[in-house]
């Protein structure tokens, strides 16, 4: 009641005072006149605010509200101003709580209440200005401040010059003013002043800008971009591009220093969802470009070693390049360090000055003046480390995977084959990522030297020598850690090893996934992928383990030194006092800082040295011979090509070459064939003269530009047109005459989008035709002089062949340099000189009819194509060839001109032309990327996933434990040490110590469960996401794998499923152990002083608005990080496996240029997201560092004896780390929901849509089924999306058991469909097909796909040996593996080998030819043994030899079988039962091949028509 009735009795005595008549003459200088004007005047402020408020309200719901222009300005001081505002307000309410509290304990008076409603009053009206300027001038279009605005700012500066005046006379007159009467009047005036000169200067800065170029950037702001002004005023304009420029950029120190430059992007995340054009560009410092310039100098002109690229190397680069921020860093390390043990300092200072001891007058303000200067130097100096640490990181990152992307162009074919694409995949996602985020650690190991110096200094000051044992405490704890993180090390190595191991193999499973699907061989490759993964977590566990033991044992160490320091002291009869107590704990706890992140520092270093150590043997591989080809210009010689005494191997060390004694010598303008069987070394040929294989002896000279066509058609992912242009400017006459030339004008029109049609992932979207054909027109528009093609006719059909040929070879190139490998005879007649393959060697040359009768290899290959044509012609019976004019090809053509014109070369049935077909929508859509905030499910899933959840309480409870037993024994110290040495001790010294390492042993107890528990649960967590995942991803369905880039899914295996396992469980336990400290700290701290409460409050909801505020664009600039890196990761995949073709038409430097953008593309959200961090962080530590300075006023408001000193000096000992702490745990929340976005991801591909069941226990077939193999095909009804229109329009047919079908349509047709529907990689609409009366959508799919056989068009060979690529299940002996073998003409080539059947295999089958691959896909089959064997243009890759013994070999051993053949040679189709043609997806004829070319008018008739006439001609 007192406190209530002492201010009323005061205001009416104040009242009465204030107005009296007779008023004394020195009243206008006393305090409490001018604080009640003071007062009066900020609440008419206030009332008139209000007013303003309430009339606009009235106004807008009158007249609607105010027309929003769509171009906003922003006044130029507009920041400073809100911010002067809202830190007056704060002011004002810290001095008015203050006052408050420091008057309610010592009375009260008629001033103190005048000024505790001026504080109040004050606090109000600033705060009520605030929110004028945020709500009516953030984005009104005004130019400058309002009048009434600037004249009250003007008043309120004069005002204050009054008050400071008034206390200058007071002064004088000898009458000393409290300070909390000095301050605010001080301040007052400097901000008035401050103010003052923001409204001149905003006006006039206004009216420069209305007038002149300010209006035009306001005009130029897009409409829908929202606000782009920056905190220094200028507008964030956007470049000529369309680009947003980097804001980091000519910006003021206050900026810097604040961040404050992010705060645009800030609030537009804020407004809306970010995305990539949202995000600014990167600081010409940052862009790769520049950055890489200096490193590769560097690299180059750092000599030792030759060329060969060491790690010191390496090292001495990346310092180069980020030797500025390296240095910076430096400074700012030592500068925060001073600053972060002036508190340790001065606490027994501090706790001496509450105990009553004062050295000067205002001792406690000058003591609080030290302690919050000193957090704020430490705030600016942290936060700006950490940034520059960060963006040298991301630099150095970027530098690294450019470098290696650009070893990757350059390395040899040898050196390829020992590093994966996979592999090297993992130097960029893993490594230098690793390398990049060394740099938060570069510093800690001199930092943690410098810091045990100072804390030596302090402890010395307390305790004297005392301080000896604690350095040999620090050093005992640090030898502890040696063997530790040599453990780690290699643990580490193998870790990343065996990672390798499985990137590589899951990289080529995602390859050929469609294989193994039709194959039914998916869940073993799974099994594969497990079993790496198996003893990638082996090594996963004992690092993690060894993690854990080395946190564990810094967990304790700052235990171990305090309990080691203490006891010498006890020991030496040093005097423990708890202002020294409390100096000391505070000492450990800053030195707890490097020593609890030295085992973090000394496993960076060791995973930083392995990543260094892969990446420098990665750079040291050999490259290309630069000087196997000698490149001439075009018009110094008549000569195009000469290969003088060549012997070149693939294999340097083998004796035995692969190309022997070449000697050839081609004119400018000559069309050379190579012909000769599989293996006989045709690509070889074309690899030496484009300089890829290495060279033994000999020379070969190059006159002028080159332009290649590869056997298997390299794609890249884009748009057609990109493709075929590949860099070159467009020309449309140019570009039309190459489409025509190329017959891809009728699949244009077929695809929705034409020539913008985005390609899918190698091409996935296209025909095996189409991909060839625009391989063929990328080579016809870059308009070389020497052309090389190999074998690319063989994946198109026999129109498009034929076409390709004239209106390509012998037309446009007609007048260039052609080398061209061919098995199709009919094509060599053409060619002026003809090379004849065999063993390596050239054993013929010469043209057609010289070389025809001079040796047999020539022969034995035309005679083969003879014999073809023999039986072709024996059915056709003479009909076709005689009706069409051989030497009249044109009217051949013509004649059958109704049916060929749909034969477009798409017929080559690989699965994806049907799939494009009136689709409305591109295959490959931009990545999936989740919205918002990350939903609670995603935590809850990661912590229940291992045990249910069920370790979470405990560790919980162990963090708990360890936090009250740490409290406890600090608080034990301090209550039971005297605070001066004139005070008995409560307790002797071995109780002292017994109870304190007692308390320690218990602590040590609980970290050691909580590290352990939670290393535990991370582990399972991360193998349990892990299983799923996959597993999920091998049941998906095709079209999944055909709409997603592997580069999307390697990244969720590789770089998400890494954070997983290394780092979640870290980042999710950071958050509930910081929450846990800060609790304690907050509990210890208002144990002393409750009054901390009223301005911790306000803080913490500031905070968690801070955190509201920042969190939108940091989630989505997280997750912009993981969708920007899947096309990096896809770019460079495509490139690894294209590199001979970039090389070959020499666009390796806009290659690496394109490469460079999409690494800026990637390191842009990285580096906003670290400064949109350090944003928060810096706004956090201003906000505890207040926090911690009111508490440490309130304590010394408090009159001495209230409360005892080493208690409060206790709670000053953890306020010292309330700031990095309570920044620390908002940090953890933001850190964690940046980095689950891993785990939202890799749980986006756990609910992927399933194919049906592998197996269906209820209805399993017999073990003999199918016994017959008849397909039966009831009114089959296929769409590939309920939204896309049907493929196959109620198909009805039955192909006989046993018997040969061949099935023929144009692109379109529906003949892959039919294929993909018979093997249920698609399922009927409506429909059904029945094998042997069982109808296949009944049973499941291992148990169909397992009894079928396919030879696919694209042949394929897994990494391994030569036994795992024909039985990968294991079901066979190795004499059925012979067997195959000789059944498939292998066995010889085979026997060969080192190694016969365990002979390794390379990535993709790289060491075998193309026709060896495909015979290796006919063992297989030949293994198998199935009734229905299906052939998808399964003899494209081979010459007619080869083609007329697999017909042969398939005719011996599967005479009884149903065969389904796809095929361009007609030849294949002819010796068919049956043949079936669809058109439209509707059987058009299905009949014998005898009849339907009995019947002149059927379109089969006119097909084989037109191949007979294409076969015979000689296309001279």
Request: charge should be neutral.
């Amino acid at each position: 009641m007192e406190l209530l009735q002492a201010p009323k009795t005061g205001l009416s005595n104040f009242l009465t005072r204030l107005y009296s008549a007779s008023m004394p003459s020195d009243f206008l200088l006393r305090p409490i006149f001018l604080h009640g004007v003071s007062g009066s005047l900020h609440l008419l402020l206030l009332l008139s605010l209000f007013v303003f408020w309430v009339w606009r309200r009235v106004r807008i719901g009158r007249h609607g509200g105010p027309k929003q222009s769509a171009m906003r300005a922003r006044i130029s001081c507009f920041k400073q101003a809100l911010f002067c505002s809202l830190a007056l307000s704060l002011f004002n309410l810290v001095l008015c709580s203050l006052s408050y509290f420091y008057w309610y304990r010592n009375g009260w008076s008629e001033e103190k209440i005048a000024l505790i409603s001026d504080f109040g009053l004050r606090a109000l009206a600033w705060f009520a200005v605030s929110v004028y300027l945020q709500t009516h001038l953030s984005d009104s279009g005004q130019m400058k401040f309002p009048v009434l605005l600037r004249a009250w700012w003007g008043f309120y500066f004069s005002l204050s010059c009054y008050f400071l005046l008034v206390d200058f006379l007071l002064n004088q007159k000898g009458r000393s003013l409290p300070i909390q009467l000095l301050a605010p009047d001080a301040i007052s005036a400097i901000t008035g002043l401050f103010l003052c000169y923001l409204g001149f200067l905003g006006r006039r800065v206004g009216e420069g800008e209305g007038e002149g170029e300010g209006e035009d950037d306001i005009l130029q702001e897009p409409l829908l971009n929202g606000t782009t002004s920056l905190s220094n005023g200028t507008d964030l304009n956007k470049s000529s591009e369309g680009e947003i420029d980097a804001p980091c950029e000519n910006v003021s120190l206050f900026s810097i220093l604040t961040f404050s430059w992010m705060g645009n992007l800030i609030r537009v995340g804020y407004k809306k969802t970010l995305n990539l054009e949202d995000v600014p560009q990167l600081a010409n410092v940052d862009r790769v470009k520049g950055a890489f310039s200096i490193f590769s100098s560097k690299i180059e002109s750092d000599g030792g070693s030759g060329n060969r690229v060491t790690t010191m190397k390496l090292v001495k680069a990346l310092i180069s390049v980020t030797s500025r921020e390296i240095l910076l860093t430096a400074l700012l390390v030592f500068v925060y360090t001073l600053a972060s043990y002036v508190g340790p300092y001065l606490i027994d200072t501090f706790v001496q000055y509450l105990n009553g001891r004062r050295e000067f007058n205002n001792e406690g303000y000058v003591l609080v003046s030290a302690f919050f200067i000193a957090k704020l130097i430490e705030c600016l100096a942290q936060r700006r480390r950490f940034f520059k640490l960060q963006q040298a990181g991301i630099r150095a990152r970027a530098v690294l995977v450019t470098m290696i992307y650009n070893k990757g162009l350059t390395i040899s074919c040898q050196s390829k084959q020992g590093h994966t694409s996979g592999e090297i995949i993992n130097f960029m996602t893993i490594d230098a990522e690793r390398i990049g985020d060394f740099g938060w650690y570069i510093h800690d190991p001199w930092m943690v030297l410098l810091q045990i110096g100072l804390a030596l200094v302090i402890l010395y000051r307390n305790l004297g020598l005392a301080c000896v044992a604690t350095l040999v405490a620090t050093i005992i704890v640090m030898l502890v850690n040696v063997p530790l993180g040599k453990f780690q090390e290699k643990f580490q190595d193998n870790l990343m090893k065996s990672k390798d191991n499985r990137m590589k193999a899951e990289s080529e499973i995602l390859r050929n996934m469609r294989i193994l699907k039709l194959q039914a061989w998916e869940m073993k490759f799974l099994s594969k992928v497990v079993d790496l993964r198996q003893t990638e977590e082996g090594w996963l566990r004992k690092f993690l383990y060894t993690l854990a033991m080395t946190s564990f044992v810094f967990w304790v160490a700052p235990v171990f030194v305090s309990v080691a320091t203490f006891g010498a002291c006890i020991l030496m009869g040093i005097p423990l006092e708890s202002g020294k107590i409390l100096s000391a704990l505070a000492t450990f706890r800053i030195l707890q800082e490097p020593i609890y992140n030295l085992p973090d520092t000394i496993s960076m270093i060791v995973q930083t040295k392995v990543s260094l150590d892969r990446i420098a043997a990665f750079l040291s591989l050999d490259d290309l011979q630069p000087d196997v080809i000698e490149k001439l210009p075009r018009d110094s010689s008549q000569t195009a090509i000469e290969i003088v005494d060549g012997n070149f191997s693939w294999d340097v060390s083998s004796h035995s070459p692969t190309l022997k004694d070449i000697n050839i010598s081609v004119s400018r303008g000559m069309r050379v064939a190579v012909c000769g069987t599989v293996g006989s070394g045709k690509s070889s040929l074309l690899s030496c003269i484009l300089g890829e294989i290495p060279k033994v002896s000999g020379t070969i000279k190059l006159f002028g530009t080159k332009a290649y066509v590869a056997q298997s058609p390299w794609i890249q992912s884009g748009k057609i047109e990109e493709n075929i242009l590949f860099g070159r400017e467009m020309d449309r006459d140019k570009y039309e005459k190459v489409l025509e030339a190329c017959s891809l004008k009728k699949d244009l029109e077929i695809l929705s989008f034409g020539d913008q049609t985005e390609i899918g992932e190698r091409g996935i979207n296209l025909s095996g035709g189409q991909k060839q054909r625009i391989q063929i027109a990328r080579a016809l528009y870059q308009d070389a002089d020497i052309y090389l093609f190999d074998d690319p006719f063989s994946a198109v059909d026999a129109h498009t062949g034929s076409h390709l040929f004239k209106e390509c070879l012998l037309g446009q190139l007609g007048s260039k340099t052609v080398v061209y490998v061919t098995h199709q005879v009919e094509f060599l007649p053409a060619a002026d000189l003809i090379l004849v393959m065999k063993d390596g060697m050239i054993t013929q040359a010469g043209k057609y009819n010289d070389i025809l009768s001079s040796g047999t290899d020539f022969m034995e290959l035309v005679g083969a194509h003879r014999e073809a044509l023999s039986v072709l012609d024996s059915r056709v019976a003479g009909s076709a060839s005689k009706n069409l004019n051989i030497n009249e090809e044109e009217d051949g053509i013509g004649s059958v001109n109704k049916f060929v014109k749909k034969e477009e070369a798409g017929d080559s049935q690989n699965g994806k032309a049907d799939d494009v077909v009136g689709q409305k929508g591109q295959l490959t859509q931009e990545e999936e990327r989740e919205k918002g905030r990350v939903g609670f499910p995603v935590y809850w899933k990661y912590i229940t996933t291992a045990y249910g959840g069920a370790l979470v309480p405990l560790i919980l409870m162990a963090q708990i434990l360890f936090q009250g037993l740490q409290i406890g024994s600090n608080y034990w110290m301090a209550w039971a040490t005297p605070v001066s040495k004139d005070m008995a001790p409560p307790v002797g010294g071995v109780t002292l110590l017994s109870v304190y390492v007692a308390l320690a042993i218990g602590s040590a107890f609980c970290v050691f469960t909580r590290v352990f528990l939670l290393i535990t649960a991370g582990y399972k967590t991360a193998t349990a996401l892990f299983s799923k995942m996959h597993y999920c991803i091998s049941r998906a369905p095709m079209s999944f794998f055909d709409a997603t880039p592997s580069g999307r899914i390697l990244n969720r295996a590789s770089t998400d499923q890494s954070t997983i396992d290394l780092d979640i469980p870290f980042r999710v336990a950071a958050v509930a152990l910081s929450t846990i400290q800060l609790l304690g700290i907050i509990a210890v701290m208002s144990q002393v002083a409750w009054q901390v409460f009223v301005i911790f409050i306000p803080v913490i909801a500031t905070c968690i608005w801070l955190q509201q505020y920042y969190i939108p664009s940091a989630r989505e600039l997280a997750r912009l990080v993981g969708v920007c890196k899947g096309p990096v990761i896809q770019h460079f995949a495509e490139t690894i496996s294209g590199s001979t073709t970039i090389r070959s038409f020499d666009q390796e430097s806009r290659f690496k240029e394109l490469y460079m953008k999409l690494t800026d593309a990637y390191s842009r959200p990285k580096f906003y997201n670290a400064a949109a961090m350090e944003w928060l962080c810096f706004r956090m530590d201003m906000l505890s560092s207040i926090t911690f300075a009111f508490s440490l006023v309130v304590l010394i408001s408090i009159p001495t004896g209230a409360i005892d000193p080493s208690i409060a000096g206790l709670a000053v000992t953890y306020g010292l780390n309330l700031n990095r702490l309570q920044a620390w745990v908002i940090w953890n929340i933001c850190n964690m929901e940046n980095k689950i976005i891993s785990v939202e991801r890799i749980l986006q591909y756990t609910t992927i849509p399933s194919e049906p069941p592998l197996v269906i226990e209820a209805n399993r077939p017999n073990s003999q089924w199918p016994s017959q193999g008849e397909v039966n095909i009831r009114d089959l009804q296929v769409q590939y999306a309920p939204h896309l229109p049907l493929v196959l329009r109620g198909l009805t047919c039955t192909f006989p058991g046993g018997m040969k079908t061949g099935i023929v349509g144009r692109t379109g047709s529906g003949k892959s469909t039919l294929i993909q529907t018979l093997f249920r990689i698609v399922d009927p609409t409506v429909g059904q097909i029945l094998i042997d009366g069982v109808d296949i959508s009944s049973i499941g799919l291992h148990d169909l796909r397992s009894r079928l056989s396919i030879i696919p068009q694209d042949p394929t060979m897994f990494e391994g040996t030569v036994r795992s690529n024909l039985d990968p299940l294991e079901e066979y002996t190795d004499e059925q593996i012979w067997e195959a073998l000789d059944k498939c003409q292998l066995v010889d080539e085979v026997k060969k080998k080192e190694g016969k059947l365990d002979s390794s295999v390379t990535e993709n089958g790289e060491n075998w030819s193309m026709g060896q691959r495909q015979l290796v896909c006919l063992g297989r089959v030949l293994l198998k043994k199935s009734k229905v064997l299906v052939l998808d243009e399964a003899t494209a890759s081979v010459d007619t030899a080869t083609d007329t013994l697999i017909q042969q070999t398939l005719k011996q051993h599967f005479s009884e079988c149903t065969v389904l053949t796809i095929a361009h040679r007609i030849t294949s189709v002819l010796d068919s039962d049956m043949v079936l043609l669809l058109d439209n997806g509707l059987v058009m004829e299905y009949d014998s091949p005898i009849k339907l070319l009995q019947n002149k008018s059927s379109s089969f008739s006119r097909l084989v028509a037109e191949y007979s006439s294409r076969s015979n001609s000689t296309f001279k």
